[in-house]
């Protein structure tokens, strides 16, 4: 009985190693012959696969995930269309002109799955490939979290005032609103607007600077002779990363005023030009209400430039009125997920309505600065008052003094 088992056992061992050894065979008819990748920035990536195998090849799919930061790791499956055979030459063009462009420097992982008429499967492994702008030959600068990449001359001083003006835009941002730069960031200085606006699928004639907070990346149009200019767009621009770094979750976004207000805030006192077109709304009563600025703002120049004033002065509000740690909360309760309504709430103790009502009244009186804190409009008021009233009776007093004296 024992010899009988151990007979059926070295039976099946044999057959499962025959039936292996197929396995085997089947799977190394199936060969990777070439696989590649080439950019064409900005508009376009292809993918490129060579495979056979000794029947028809059924079966192609190509996977990518682009890195950036995300709330899910998210894989893009392509099915290739495709005659079967036992060769195959596939490809597959990634056209962002349909799907939105990637910024510079971006990296994409990619990898492909065959399959063929036996039912064999073979994987291949993650390969990395660079989105770079291959147009131009860059420099790199890199302190702390900040890495600038520029083009226009190999003067290394046009790099290091950036990145002086970038990491005092960061120093304010943290005083003003307690807000850190989590993760590194690259900045891409094109030479002026049109080199950066080529860089972009379809960009607005007026973009001289954009943020992809995703991608932890900014793309700037910065001559060496339009530095003061320059040095504003790149704490605007920070700004947003380092705003969308701290609140990015998956339920809400911040209200456009508080992420465009905040970046304003950020570049300094704004243009004359900006104030004057916030007064002419505010003698017109033509201001933009607070829940209309919560969405994205008009394409129409007049209507963004008003609504980009009035969201600097909504946040130059909130900060001068209750306090950074107030703002940093604001925040904070943003990155938890809180509507609009909740979070001033929470914060504040009013809705987006009664943020207006307060705002309309600070802006239409507006406080007279003494020395570098300023006073309050009644305070300036009563002070006013009390002089003239003072030099009143100094007045009747010197007037009687004099007539009696006979002048």
């Given at each position: ?8 056992a070295?039976?099946a061992?044999l ?8 396995l085997?065979?089947?799977?190394s ?11 064409e ?15 028809n090849i059924t079966g192609i799919?190509?996977?990518?995930t682009?890195?950036r930061?995300?709330?899910a790791?998210v894989?893009?499956?392509?099915y290739?269309?495709f005659?079967?055979s036992?060769t195959?030459?596939?490809r597959w063009t990634?056209d962002?002109?349909?799907t ?5 420097g971006?990296?994409?992982d990619?990898?492909w799955?065959?399959?063929d008429?036996?039912g064999?499967?073979l994987?291949?492994?993650?390969v990395?490939v660079?989105?770079d ?7 790199s ?6 890495t600038i990449?520029w083009y226009?001359g190999k003067n290394?001083s046009?790099?290091?005032?950036l990145?002086?003006a970038?990491h005092?835009a960061?120093a304010?941002?943290?005083e003003?609103?307690?807000a850190?730069?989590e ?5 891409y200085?094109?030479a002026?607007?049109?080199?950066l606006?080529?860089?972009m699928i379809y960009?607005?004639e007026w973009?001289?600077?954009?943020a ?7 793309a ?9 200019w320059?040095?504003?767009v790149?704490a605007?621009?920070l700004?947003?990363?380092?705003i ?9 976004e911040l209200?456009?005023w508080?992420d465009?207000?905040l970046a304003?805030?950020a570049?300094g006192?704004p ?7 916030l007064?002419k709304?505010m ?7 607070v ?5 994205p703002f008009?394409?129409y120049?007049?209507e963004s430039y008003?609504?980009y ?6 946040v130059?509000?909130l900060?001068s009125?209750?306090g950074?740690?107030?703002?940093l909360?604001?925040l904070n309760t ?6 609009y309504?909740?979070?001033?709430e ?5 809705d987006?309505?009664?943020?207006d009502t307060?705002?309309?009244e ?7 600065p003494?020395g ?9 008021g ?6 003239t009233?003072?030099l009143?009776v100094l007045?009747l007093a010197?007037e009687s003094w004099?007539w009696?004296?006979?002048?």
């Amino acid at each position: 009985m024992i010899k009988k088992a151990s007979i059926l056992a070295l039976v099946a061992y044999l057959f499962l190693a025959l039936l292996s050894l197929g396995l085997v065979q089947a799977q190394s008819g199936l060969t990777i012959l070439d696989s590649s990748a080439q950019a064409e920035f900005p508009s376009k990536l292809s993918f490129n696969l060579s495979a056979e195998s000794d029947v028809n090849i059924t079966g192609i799919r190509l996977h990518y995930t682009v890195d950036r930061v995300s709330l899910a790791q998210v894989t893009s499956e392509v099915y290739i269309e495709f005659v079967p055979s036992s060769t195959i030459d596939a490809r597959w063009t990634w056209d962002m002109r349909k799907t939105g462009g990637l910024p510079p420097g971006s990296s994409v992982d990619y990898w492909w799955t065959v399959e063929d008429a036996n039912g064999d499967r073979l994987e291949t492994a993650p390969v990395r490939v660079q989105f770079d702008d291959t147009r131009y030959s860059w420099h790199s600068l890199t302190e702390g979290k900040v890495t600038i990449y520029w083009y226009e001359g190999k003067n290394k001083s046009f790099a290091e005032e950036l990145m002086a003006a970038a990491h005092q835009a960061l120093a304010r941002l943290a005083e003003d609103t307690g807000a850190h730069l989590e993760k590194p960031v690259k900045l891409y200085i094109y030479a002026n607007a049109k080199d950066l606006q080529g860089a972009m699928i379809y960009p607005q004639e007026w973009t001289g600077g954009v943020a992809f907070t995703r991608y932890g990346t900014i793309a700037i149009g910065i001559a060496p002779g339009n530095l003061n200019w320059g040095k504003r767009v790149i704490a605007h621009e920070l700004t947003h990363l380092v705003i969308h770094q701290m609140t990015l979750n998956p339920y809400s976004e911040l209200p456009t005023w508080l992420d465009e207000g905040l970046a304003m805030y950020a570049e300094g006192v704004p243009a004359p030009e900006l104030r004057a077109l916030l007064d002419k709304a505010m003698t017109e009563d033509a201001l933009i209400s607070v829940r209309s600025l919560s969405s994205p703002f008009s394409a129409y120049a007049k209507e963004s430039y008003l609504s980009y004033a009035q969201s600097y002065s909504l946040v130059e509000f909130l900060i001068s009125s209750y306090g950074q740690e107030n703002m940093l909360k604001l925040l904070n309760t943003f990155r938890e997920g809180s509507s609009y309504n909740e979070a001033l709430e929470k914060v504040y103790g009013f809705d987006m309505d009664g943020l207006d009502t307060l705002w309309r009244e600070y802006v239409t009186v507006p406080a007279q600065p003494v020395g570098e804190k300023g006073m309050h409009p009644v305070l300036i008021g009563a002070l006013a008052a009390l002089a003239t009233a003072l030099l009143l009776v100094l007045g009747l007093a010197a007037e009687s003094w004099a007539w009696r004296r006979g002048w």
